[in-house]
């Protein structure tokens, strides 16, 4: 049943539920939700909260635009149609309810900024893990809702592989949270259907996450090669060798140049890893490590070259690009191939190329730009011409069927790319 | 045995599926009904001693070879609400794959075909009805590994771990099969044939495995695939208990050591470890054997002669009791608790993975065992599977319970359930399959009774009290054997409110409900 | 319990634990073949659990009595030898296999026919009523192989083995074919002219592994008294391997080894010293020896269940075929024959030649006149 009201009235309504303080229809603020053109943001303080939201919106017709952070491109909204939209920013749902220290496992509120988390965690010696500092600024809600690429670090995976399990307010209203446990076999991982499901199907309102207590060493290191190909080929071996790298990247020419500054010598490609964990693994995880890209034709630079980088990579505020990069996934096999043609395209335009997120069966590839103006669509574009296929987050059909089950009136929009 | 409202099959079945196949590829004779009525749900053995072995007969079984013969089988099931179960193995001990409702029993096994390998990419594409051992072979023969290695992996079909979330040996450092999987192919209840991978978000794959078969038809999967490791080594340790044992591992693995093999035996199933892998009863289980038949001759004035057959048959009966006794007298008999260690991989890395390792159980008062027990584990590592044989034959009856929780609920669980059902069977336990965040604990549970209805009644009850017990430190029902349809009245409170969701789940992807019927609690 | 008894309830109660290496159900694909389902209907069958009707007898003839599932199995047992019993109760209860009907009638009335052909292929200078060494050659070599036979005439004599002479047996076949269809009372009847005929050997050797295996082992178990040694023609062979004048080779071949000369004979090596001559690299399947996968020809599986058998063969030559070596080679003439009838060796991809063929091929100079061939 929609019962219809005016904006004031909606406002009203949702007013109750998160108290008047919480919610506002100020042009300052609601502006900040650039495309969806909210008349009106809502800013719960609990699950509970959420849902009451949810089902307030679901019963008034009301379509609800979910904001994290805002680091992801929170304007592409797609407008729905003609009916008042709001958005609930999770801004206010920041707790850490729990870390288990004997389980390393947090329970937050996915509103939380990663780096907060990562403060807190810190404070008792523990760590989200060693994914880029890019994500710092993201919610964790919106690193589960929708995961970036470059959330992955060979040694520990995918970020939102941590998540043993969350807790979801649908747009009816109810709820459900997922059992935790390291693994279970009752049926299909049903916390694994919110995952990148970018709002469209619930709002996750708490997660657990697996933590890592912080490595006892971190090893950074760096090797110059003389092409791509040949610091691709080292870095394939080393995750086929089973070192894990807690950071794994090779790059091209100019994007080495601009990470690594002056490296003593003209570098034409590079391959850095970090490696960490007990001293004793790290050792000789390193000695693996020379071998293998010394095999590759890799030759190590100072080790300062290497500390340099880490610690600029590392420090948070790093500037995204003028023009964020574009990427694309590309098998081991097919990356001689797709570094080709990507070179033979871009021969006459300075673009940085590197390749990140190894594992054993590929890589990212990354095209970026220092130049403004060089727009996403344009570097995407590019890789479409290569023949790779750029990251595009989409909704399968079957995911859309079952949207329609979990949201049949349409209250949740789902993010576009 | 759970049997819900038997479809009546239309006289015109047999001849529309003759449109789809050829005959040899369908059967309704008897022989073949009565073999594809069961599963290994150890309950249905009791039904076979009985003289029962017809416990729930499909009324056809068919062989197709492709996802699209599949997809043309579904519609006609679709038109007629006939059930359609897949079926792998049948190793499934938890009646999953029996056709409860009767209907078509679908055999995946002649989908067996590697059809993809690549060594450079570390994946390879099979179609879901290999057997593990055929598939593992497949890949040795080019150098590479799944890494996946139940117990069951002679008699399990790729399709049927994927079904059911299997796990094997090694899962600490391979992860269990949903970690290995990269995307699938399957026909959906609805007829349709998809192709998902986990590049894609959402990820369906997490969802159609596990599934045990009342989503889709798995038909082909991407898998990771490892060199073959050049280098192995084991390890084996006694500590003083479990709690020491669960500290030790959890300690290890925290500081990012990922062994391949991590075992550790509660005191009862350690001495029983130690005397298996030296083939006949040795050393401690015959202590163990004959300080139960001292006891039992103190305080009955039996005489116990044949002590192997005390624990398979007669005595079972009086499992509990034993299994108090043995509790009580442990600590005279057992030193303590087994813990067997592996890691493979490039050996430099081996050795100092072992070396922290070693200083981990060293902290936690482990005494050294040297590398013999890991070994002699090794070898025997799927003998375990052969021993119900005896242990039935002898009148008694034995089943698993594999749960899991995170570190913190973990020895609460492994208390309550052994509280919960030593007063009705033997148990032992071990922690085999161990993550940063939390482990397994695989419950051995053996009893018998006199007779099938009372053997009925007593094989309910223990897994009644257990699952309770389970539930109520926060344990999941299963860690890797599934629900099937011997866990579904346990998924309301496994998963609450969020069933929903996978029913929503069902109504999307078989809209008609015809996938495997009266499972997993829907 | 009896041992057949407890073979029965044990793998009744097993979770098919050797499931994967039996050849009828992986070719096929059913769950009924295997051999845990076997012995189960078997069991029920016994217990009176379930009526003594064809359908239920049926899967206990798809048995090619590899034994492979015996390998495996850790409580050793040999279903081979069970389901056999349980196809003796099937045919006394007059329900055998009906691609078996009258076997006994078709075994006489062929092996006549085999052993006239034998006769008329050979002079009769090669056969001998008694002699030191009699080669008894078997059934399907009459059948299908008559010139590997004369292959191995060709061996004997370059060899100067030429004291060789066919055994004049009164059968064409030792019987083993009625020993596992479950006829032992017509099995027996074989079994008897058989051993008297030995008698007058010192020494026979076999062509056929399942024979030999039967009169060097079966037939002395159940009592029979043979005297006379008895090889398999590769185990007389080989220890002249060296002695070979070998004039060319082939470039590589996979050896396949048959059940009843490996895994009931263990006679693993023998036939290997020997093919090793005739080719430059010998190549192994990766089931071989103990492990090796069987041809699928045994067991009389080709009559009662010919898909599982020709599935089977396919399987075995997948290998060959994914390695590009052309060239597979047995040393029993069933396997050779049975091979043939697959997918892989019909279409002309891979060629399945016996071991006494390769052998003489070899030992021939294409430069020279063909060795003399009998008669
Ligand atoms: C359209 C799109 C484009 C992107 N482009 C890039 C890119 O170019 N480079 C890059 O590195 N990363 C990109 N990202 C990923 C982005 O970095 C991550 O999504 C990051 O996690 C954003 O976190 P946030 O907290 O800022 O979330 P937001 O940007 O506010 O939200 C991201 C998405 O998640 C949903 N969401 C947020 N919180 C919740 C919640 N609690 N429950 C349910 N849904 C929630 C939102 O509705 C939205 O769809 C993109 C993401 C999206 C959706
Ligand atoms: C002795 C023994 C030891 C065991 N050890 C282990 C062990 O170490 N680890 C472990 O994880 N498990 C173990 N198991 C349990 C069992 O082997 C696993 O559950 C296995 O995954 C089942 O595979 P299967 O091919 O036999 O499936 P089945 O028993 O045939 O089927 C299992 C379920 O999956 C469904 N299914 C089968 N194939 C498909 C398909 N292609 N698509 C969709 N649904 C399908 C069926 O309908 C059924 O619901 C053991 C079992 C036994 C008997
Ligand atoms: S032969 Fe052995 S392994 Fe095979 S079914 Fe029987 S008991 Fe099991
Ligand atoms: S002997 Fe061979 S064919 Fe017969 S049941 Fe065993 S494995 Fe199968």
Not at chain 2, 51 to 58: A, D, E, T, W
Not at chain 3, 18 to 44: D, F, W, Y
Request: hydrophobic share 40%; charged share 20%.
């Amino acid at each position: 049943m929609t019962e219809s009201l005016s904006l004031d009235g909606i406002a009203a309504r949702l007013a109750d539920i998160v108290g008047a303080s919480h919610l506002s229809s100020a042009p300052a603020d609601v502006d900040a939700y650039g495309g969806l053109s909210p008349f009106a943001v809502v800013w719960p303080g609990s699950p509970s909260e959420v849902a009451a939201v949810l089902k307030a919106c679901t019963d008034l017709g009301v379509a609800v635009g979910i904001a994290g952070g805002g680091a992801g491109v929170a304007h592409h909204w797609p407008l729905t149609a003609e009916r008042p939209r709001v958005v609930l920013d999770t801004l206010r749902m920041s707790n850490i309810l729990d870390v288990d220290e004997t389980s390393l496992t947090v329970l937050a509120q996915t509103g939380i900024q990663v780096r907060h988390l990562e403060e807190a965690l810190r404070r008792q010696g523990l760590t989200l893990g060693p994914y880029p500092a890019e994500l710092q600024l993201a919610t964790l809600g919106g690193l589960l809702a929708a995961p970036p690429a470059i959330a992955h670090s060979p040694q520990t995976g995918l970020f939102h592989d941590g998540c043993l399990g969350l807790s979801v307010a649908h747009a009816d209203g109810s709820s459900v949270q997922t059992r935790v446990a390291p693994r279970r076999a009752t049926g299909p991982d049903l916390a694994r259907v919110y995952l990148g499901s970018r709002g469209g199907l619930g709002v996750i309102t708490t997660a657990t996450m697996r933590v890592y207590r912080v490595p006892e060493l971190v090893q950074p290191i760096a090797f110059a090669f003389t092409g791509l190909e040949a610091a691709h080929a080292g870095a394939r071996e080393l995750c086929a060798s089973g070192v894990l790298p807690a950071r794994l990247r090779v790059l091209g020419e100019e994007q080495a140049l601009s990470e690594l500054g002056d490296a003593g010598a003209p570098v034409r490609a590079a391959c850095l890893a970090v490696l960490s964990g007990p001293g004793a693994l790290v050792h000789v995880q390193h000695r693996l490590l020379d071998a293998i890209l010394g095999r590759a034709g890799g030759m190590e630079l100072p080790q300062p070259v290497a500390y340099r980088w880490w610690e600029r990579s590392r420090s948070p505020g790093v500037q995204p690009d003028a023009t964020p990069p574009a990427g694309a996934r590309v098998r081991h096999s097919r990356l001689g191939e797709a570094l080709a043609s990507v070179r033979e395209l871009t021969r006459r335009r300075p673009l940085n190329l590197w390749l990140d997120e190894l594992d054993l069966h590929g890589a990212n590839l990354w095209l970026g730009s220092r130049r403004a103006g060089e727009g996403k669509r344009s570097l995407a574009a590019l890789l479409l011409d290569a023949g790779l296929e750029p990251f595009r987050p989409a909704f399968s059909p079957l995911m859309e069927e079952l949207r329609q089950k979990l949201d049949p009136r349409g209250t949740l929009v789902v993010m576009e790319s | 045995m759970p049997q819900t409202q038997r479809y009546r099959p239309s006289p015109a079945l047999g001849s529309e599926l003759l449109a789809i196949l050829p005959a040899e590829r369908i059967s309704q004779g008897s022989a073949d009904r009565l073999i594809y009525s069961r599963d290994m749900w150890p309950k249905t053995l009791l039904s076979v001693r009985d003289n029962k072995p017809s416990v729930c007969p499909p009324d056809v079984v068919v062989w197709p070879e492709s996802a699209e013969e599949i997809a043309a089988i579904v519609k006609l099931c679709r038109r007629d609400h006939v059930p359609l179960v897949p079926w792998g193995g049948g190793s499934g001990v938890c009646g999953g794959a029996m056709a409860t409702s009767g209907g078509i029993v679908l055999d995946l096994k002649r989908m067996n075909r590697l059809l993809l390998a690549s060594s450079d990419d570390g994946l390879a594409t099979f179609q879901a009805g290999v057997i593990g051992q055929t598939l593992e072979d497949q890949l040795n023969r080019r150098g590479l590994t799944l890494g996946h290695f139940p117990a069951s992996i002679y008699c399990s079909t790729l399709g049927g771990w994927l079904a059911a979330r299997s796990a094997g040996q090694l899962s600490s450092k391979y992860g269990k099969i949903e970690d290995m999987v990269l995307a699938l192919e399957a026909v959906l209840g609805d007829g349709r044939i998809v192709r998902c991978s986990s590049a894609e978000q959402p990820d369906l794959v997490p969802l159609i495995v596990g599934s045990e078969g009342t989503l889709a038809i798995i038909t082909e999967a991407t898998l990771r695939v490892h060199r073959l490791a050049a280098h192995r080594v084991f390890r084996a340790y006694e500590v003083p208990r479990v709690s020491a044992g669960c500290e030790g591992f959890r300690r290890a693995l925290q500081r990012g050591l990922r062994p391949a093999v991590m075992r550790l035996y509660d005191e009862t199933d350690s001495l029983l470890a130690r005397a298996s892998g030296q083939g006949r009863a040795a050393g401690g289980q015959r202590r163990l054997l004959a300080a139960l038949g001292e006891e039992l001759e103190a305080r009955h004035g039996e005489r116990i002669g044949d002590l192997k057959r005390l624990l398979l048959g007669a005595a079972l009966s009086r499992a509990g009791m034993l299994s108090r006794l043995a509790e009580r007298m442990l600590p005279r008999l057992s030193g303590g608790c087994l813990a067997i260690v592996g890691f493979e991989g490039e050996p430099s890395l081996c050795q100092a993975e072992v070396e922290l390792f070693h200083a981990e159980l060293l902290g936690v008062g482990a005494r050294d065992l040297g590398e013999g027990p890991g070994l002699s584990w090794y070898q025997h590592r799927y003998a375990v599977s052969y021993k119900q044989s005896p242990l039935y034959a002898a009148g008694g009856f034995a089943d698993t319970m594999e749960v899991a929780a995170t570190w913190e609920r973990l020895l609460p669980l492994y208390k309550s359930v052994r509280e919960a059902i030593s007063s009705l069977a033997m148990v032992l336990a071990h922690f085999s399959h161990a993550y940063p965040e939390g482990c397994s604990i695989y419950f051995t549970f053996a009893a018998a009774a006199e007779g099938r209805a009372k053997s009925d009644l007593l094989y309910d009850e223990i897994w009644r009290r257990g699952l309770q017990a389970v539930i109520k430190e926060g344990g999941t029902i299963s860690h890797h054997h599934g629900v099937g349809a011997s866990k579904a009245a346990y998924m309301a409170e496994e998963h609450g409110p969020a069933l929903a969701v996978y029913r929503q789940l069902k109504a999307v992807m078989d809209p008609d409900g015809i996938l495997n019927p009266g499972k997993m609690g829907l | 319990m009896d041992s057949a008894t407890r073979e029965l309830e044990y793998c009744t109660y097993c979770p098919k634990m050797c499931r994967h290496v039996c050849p009828v159900s992986n070719a096929i694909g059913s769950e009924t073949l295997i051999p845990q389902a076997k012995m189960h209907l078997m069991n029920m069958l016994r217990r009176n659990a379930l009526p003594w009707e064809r359908d239920f007898v049926a899967p206990l003839y798809g048995c090619t009595a590899c034994r492979l599932c015996t390998e495996v199995c850790v409580h050793g047992n040999a279903p081979a030898q069970t389901l056999e019993l349980g196809r003796s109760w099937a045919d006394s209860r007059r329900l055998g296999h009906p691609a078996l009907a009258r076997l006994p009638e078709r075994f006489r009335a062929r092996g006549e026919r085999l052993l006239a052909k034998l006769h008329q292929e050979f002079s009769a200078y090669l056969f001998a009523e008694e002699a030191q060494v009699g080669y008894f050659p078997g059934c399907d070599a009459i059948a299908d192989g008559i010139d590997d036979i004369r292959a191995a005439f060709a061996v004997f004599d370059s060899l100067g083995l030429n004291f060789v002479r066919l055994m004049t047996a009164p059968h064409a076949c030792a019987g083993y074919p009625l020993w596992v269809a479950g006829q032992h009372d017509a099995a027996r009847f074989v079994a008897e002219d058989m051993v008297r005929a030995l008698e007058r050997y010192a020494t026979v050797i076999v062509g056929c592994p399942a024979c030999t295996h039967l009169l060097r082992e079966r037939l002395p178990a159940l009592g029979y008294s043979i005297r006379a040694e008895i090889l398999h023609v590769s185990e007389f062979l080989y220890v002249h391997a060296e002695r070979l004048d070998i004039q060319r080779t082939r470039p590589a071949a996979f050896y396949h080894d048959p059940c009843y000369l490996g895994r009931y004979l263990e006679l693993y090596d023998p036939p290997r010293r020997l093919l090793a001559r005739c080719v430059d690299s010998l190549r192994e399947f990766f089931y071989a020896r103990e492990e090796a996968e069987c041809c699928g020809g045994g067991g009389l599986v080709p009559h009662a269940f010919p898909a599982a058998a020709r599935g089977q063969a396919d399987r075995r030559l997948e290998e060959a075929e994914l390695y590009g070596v052309p060239l597979v080679v047995s040393a029993c003439p069933t396997c050779k024959r049975t091979l043939r009838r697959g997918s892989r060796a019909g279409d002309g991809s891979i060629e399945v030649v016996d071991l006494l063929g390769l052998l003489a091929w070899a030992l021939h100079d294409p430069d020279r006149p063909a060795l003399p061939v009998h008669p």
